[in-house]
């Protein structure tokens, strides 16, 4: 079975300042890779999804970015970080479209 | 687009008794619904699923019923333990293959 591993675990950043999120995989090849945001006490809003390398969807129109570099590897970025970026960042993989299973998650503060 | 609507919010019951939680959805499209619970600091565990093929299915103390005509389904949790306490989603696999989420339900077993 797969394995999701997400760095780092927890950030604290200033507003203005970028941000890069990496969620990798292993035991699994070719999966579909997704981004997702949890404000606290909230439930979960997709921000992007990845079907393949360098296929990036985007669900919500906003200050962040995401790449897939290599088949097992999905970055969040951000060139200028907001407050309302603040959340709960979780990875997610599934083969084919099957089940999906979460990440540990990365908590992120911007002050 | 689908939409996922999960209740209730919040569900306290006492250690050993049942507990019940639905989720309506709204494309008829839709063919596969997991349940995931949601520990805190950490990301949501898939803990049961359905597809749309199957009226019922049970793991162990949990049970999912799914009722097509109506577009809801449920998730049942019996003799409670204090280790439940959590937060639970429900989803649906829309027509797109994204997941929907319901907005979760803290469930607290009272010892």
């Known amino acids: 079975s797969q394995t999701i591993h997400q760095w780092p675990a927890t950030l604290v950043q200033p507003v203005g300042s970028p941000l890069s999120l990496e969620c990798t995989v292993e035991g699994t090849s070719n999966p579909n890779l997704y981004w997702y945001r949890q404000a606290a006490g909230r439930g979960l809003q997709l921000l992007f999804y990845?079907?393949?390398?360098?296929?990036i969807s985007s669900e919500v129109p906003q200050n962040l970015s995401a790449s897939r570099p290599q088949d097992r590897q999905f970055i969040l970025s951000s060139k200028k970080l907001l407050l309302s970026d603040s959340g709960f960042y979780l990875c997610?993989?599934?083969?084919?479209?099957?089940?999906?299973?979460f990440g540990p998650g990365t908590r992120l503060t911007v002050l | 687009g689908e939409n996922v609507e999960q209740h209730p919010s919040t569900l306290s019951v006492q250690e050993g008794d049942s507990a019940v939680i639905k989720c309506t959805y709204s494309?008829?499209?839709?063919?596969?619904f997991p349940w995931y619970k949601q520990e805190l600091g950490k990301g949501p565990q898939l803990i049961i699923d359905i597809r749309s093929n199957v009226g019922e299915k049970k793991d162990q103390r949990i049970a999912v019923t799914l009722n097509k005509t109506a577009k809801h389904f449920s998730l049942h949790i019996t003799e409670t333990q204090p280790e439940d306490s959590a937060v639970y989603f429900c989803?649906?696999?829309?027509?797109?293959?994204?997941?929907?989420f319901g907005s979760g339900t803290r469930l607290l077993v009272r010892p």
């Open positions: 997610a993989c599934e083969k084919g479209f099957s089940e999906q299973f």
């Open positions: 989803a649906a696999r829309d027509s797109s293959y994204k997941l929907i």
């Open positions: 990845s079907v393949g390398i360098g296929q």
């Open positions: 494309d008829s499209a839709s063919n596969y």
